[in-house]
């Protein structure tokens, strides 16, 4: 009896031993994992708040991704109001004055009782390339900035081709293109070619509003006069008004009601003199 209690006594000694050692190997089991995940926590945290500035250091940023895209599309837009507020030209040569604005004539004759030819047949191009005449100094500018940004973060900065941004008005956009190439270095071993062509886009309903006026300027061509309300009746987000003149001249204002954006031009084509009846409209 009293040898087979030692034997009990020292096989639950043992037991007890092992339940021990196996609870604190759990415990310290746990205890690692709980300062794993914590470790893994804090480095998530530091990812957060570093991970711009790490990004920065490792990984040179794009050219279209540094470039300000809000002084682009101001650039843009305000080049593009300004251009429809005066007929499409900035400094036309034929015009008429109405409210302070010099509106560009978009079809034209001296003659009475004859109808009009139209001045400006790509309408869309000759805007574009006025935006691109008059506001294109502005464009640059944004890309001036971002290349002074990536040579203030320590780069070489070299380019070749050309920084002016292509502007092209587009269905229910303005686009403006950037075909260059820049590359960056920042010591003696690493040098990367970023890009070579990037462009961003802005909404923009001015194409349809450039196409509706084309349709009026070819019926004022054709028969001397148009009914606004037909347009409107077609296109439920336009207003068209005309304001005819007593020279015989007409202005077009066209406002699209939902992006509020403007054109407005002159024409004068089967003017009247004064004291004759008018042709009726169609």
């Not at 804090?42 to 991704?65: D, H, N, R």
């Not at 002084?71 to 837009?77: D, G, I, L, W, Y």
């Not at 009026?216 to 439920?236: C, F, H, K, Q, W």
């Amino acid at each position: 009896m009293g040898k087979t209690s030692k034997i009990k006594s020292k096989r639950g000694d043992s037991h007890s031993y092992f339940e021990r050692n196996r609870n604190l190997l759990k415990s310290k089991r746990s205890q690692i994992t709980l300062f794993i995940i914590l470790a893994l926590a804090i480095l998530a945290i530091v990812l957060v708040i570093f991970y711009p500035k790490l990004k920065e250091v490792f990984i040179p940023p794009a050219p279209g991704s540094m470039i300000p895209k809000s002084c682009v599309e101001s650039a843009v837009k305000n080049g593009l109001n300004e251009t429809l507020m005066r007929g499409g030209s900035i400094e036309p040569e034929l015009y008429f004055m109405y409210n302070n604005y010099s509106l560009q004539y978009l079809c034209y004759t001296s003659e009475w009782y004859k109808t009009c030819v139209n001045q400006e047949p790509l309408l869309r191009q000759h805007i574009e390339a006025e935006i691109q005449n008059y506001f294109g100094s502005k464009i640059d500018s944004c890309v001036d900035s971002m290349l002074q940004s990536f040579s203030a973060r320590g780069y070489d900065v070299r380019t070749s081709g050309s920084k002016k941004g292509i502007v092209s008005i587009e269905p229910d956009r303005i686009r403006v293109a950037f075909d260059m190439n820049v590359t960056l270095s920042r010591n003696e071993v690493t040098e990367r070619i970023l890009s070579d062509r990037f462009d961003m886009s802005f909404k923009s309903n001015a194409y349809d509003l450039i196409m509706i006026s084309t349709s009026i300027l070819n019926y004022e061509a054709r028969y001397g006069d148009t009914v606004p309300e037909v347009y409107m009746s077609y296109y439920p987000n336009l207003k068209v008004e005309k304001i005819k003149q007593s020279d015989g001249s007409k202005v077009y204002k066209l406002t699209d009601r939902n992006t509020g954006e403007v054109f407005q031009f002159a024409t004068r084509s089967k003017a009247w003199p004064p004291g004759y009846g008018e042709t009726i409209a169609f």
